[in-house]
């Protein structure tokens, strides 16, 4: 199992511990993210979330198709593809959805996040 994490993308974050280092995976940070934004009243959903529900019927943790993360040193960009609900105001609700992913992020993981960068993939009726 150790190998396995090992061999995917992570990030270290305190290398030189008292107990041993932390390494949190690129993938982590995707479903903080992801998370991060369906919380924002507004959010009908993640682009391409059918592959990550049946995913999660067969036990698999994966970060949603509308969600990219690129981790440099100490720093995060994102790039989020999501459906709103109809009747809300996108550049209102994309703000709210930045600030809150950006903040997810940093109080989890510890690292900065440089962009999060919102993508309107469609509009869902209620």
């Known amino acids: 199992m150790s190998n396995d994490f090992e061999s995917r ?28 934004a369906t ?15 049946l995913a999660g019927r067969l036990g698999m943790k994966t970060a949603p198709k509308g969600v990219k993360v690129t ?4 720093s995060v960009s994102c790039d989020l593809s999501l459906n ?20 997810a992020i940093e109080n989890m993981t510890g690292l900065a996040v440089i962009d999060v960068n919102v993508r309107i993939a469609g509009i869902e009726a209620e």
Request: without cysteine.
């Open 9 to 36: 993308s992570t990030h270290i974050i305190h290398e030189n511990g008292q107990v041993g280092s932390v390494q949190i995976a690129d993938e982590v940070i995707a479903i903080i993210a992801g998370l991060a």
């Open 39 to 53: 919380e924002v009243d507004g959010v009908a959903s993640i682009e391409d979330r059918s592959a990550n529900e």
């Open 71 to 74: 981790v440099m040193d100490t």
């Open 84 to 103: 709103l609900k109809y009747g809300y105001s996108i550049p209102e609700l994309a703000l709210n959805v930045q600030e809150h992913v950006k903040n």
